[in-house]
């Protein structure tokens, strides 16, 4: 049912702009894309609302307060105001940075955000792209992003924007191998790496049950890769103030606060795809749509995040590395040999 609606709601569009307007293919192809982007775009700014909202009342829950509890039911139209404050906010750009890279160095980390969007199916048949690299495309884009909080440290001309900068890019570039890793359990079980070949291996069995080290190892390693606690060191503010962004003010700080929940937001999704089931009902609950369900193991995965920043206090930045590089890679690559172990006796057995 989800997938005919979209599809169709897709096709009158097309049939509409070929037909009525007179538009060629190609310009079809091209205010289509554009407008299922403006769809992505709009699905995380509404999340975001969402987000900023749960995550300050999950932080006030775990810390015995009260929270946003003024403006709107339980404080839920907080976080619209501070989109006022913060476009009301003077952009400030400090007189020794690097002006060019300090002003598009967040503007670039939204778009390497976005751009992750391209692959990643929202239901059955509802994606930008279903392309067959799908997966490989969603890991390059986001390995992109670290010269974003590169650039955005190194333009500040300031230290603790550098080293937060500089922590950052150790950081991302070592917990990016053993949440590669962890992936390429469930690629070699099913084969593919087009995301929705990914779900529909998951019709009987969700990846999680046979791959359930990886998926610890895939969510240790997407904390540390999205800067949350109790991995967000690059922002220590104990130690660097705010990190890469101290400089930062108004729309400017906006942004990268924006691209960092978008990297949330893709993350779970990624998880809900690869280890959940994606769209796929459990228990033959099928009466209820296939993008309710994908919604719901996404807001699942978010409060595990959220939960594990507020327990746990932040780590020292020589102990994450040790944990990335002498344990979960170790444990990442025993998880590959024994699942290929297991695909070929598998093999035998079956002939």
Not at 244 to 256: P, V
Not at 303 to 322: A, C, E, G, N, S
């Amino acid at each position: 049912m989800e997938k005919s609606f979209f599809i169709n709601v897709a096709d009158a569009l097309r049939n509409w702009l070929t037909n009525s307007l007179g538009f060629s293919a190609t310009a079809t192809d091209l205010i289509t894309t554009a407008i299922w982007t403006l769809v992505v775009i709009l699905f995380i700014l509404m999340n975001l609302i969402v987000l900023v909202w749960l995550e300050r009342k999950f932080s006030a829950f775990f810390q015995q307060r009260r929270g946003p509890n003024r403006l709107g039911p339980a404080g839920f139209l907080q976080f619209p105001v501070d989109i006022v404050k913060v476009l009301g906010k003077e952009d400030i750009i400090p007189a020794a940075a690097d002006k060019r890279v300090f002003k598009i160095a967040s503007t670039t980390l939204f778009i390497t955000a976005l751009l992750a969007w391209a692959v990643i199916p929202l239901g059955d048949g509802v994606i930008l792209k279903d392309m067959n690299i799908g997966l490989f495309y969603f890991i390059a884009i986001g390995s992109t992003s670290t010269i974003s909080f590169l650039m955005g440290g190194f333009a500040s001309n300031n230290k603790y924007s550098l080293i937060g900068g500089m922590r950052t890019v150790a950081q991302m570039i070592s917990y990016e191998i053993p949440m590669v890793f962890s992936l390429l359990g469930v690629v070699m079980m099913v084969g593919s790496l087009k995301l929705s070949d990914i779900v529909a291996a998951q019709k009987n069995i969700w990846f999680i049950i046979p791959q359930l080290v990886a998926f610890v190892v895939y969510f240790i390693s997407t904390v540390a890769e999205t800067n949350r606690g109790p991995f967000d060191l690059a922002e220590g503010e104990q130690e660097l103030v705010a990190g890469y962004f101290t400089e930062y003010s108004g729309i400017r700080y906006a942004i990268w606060m924006i691209a960092e929940y978008g990297n949330l937001v893709a993350v779970s999704i990624i998880a809900s795809i690869m280890f959940l089931g994606g769209w796929n009902a459990p228990f033959g609950l099928t009466f209820i749509p296939p993008f309710i369900w994908l919604l719901l193991k996404i807001y699942f995965m978010i409060f595990l995040f959220m939960w594990v920043k507020w327990t746990y206090p932040r780590i020292r930045i020589d102990h994450l590395m040790h944990f990335g590089w002498k344990f979960l890679i170790p444990v990442s690559l025993a998880n590959i040999l024994v699942t290929g172990i297991g695909i070929y006796v598998y093999r035998m057995i079956t002939g």
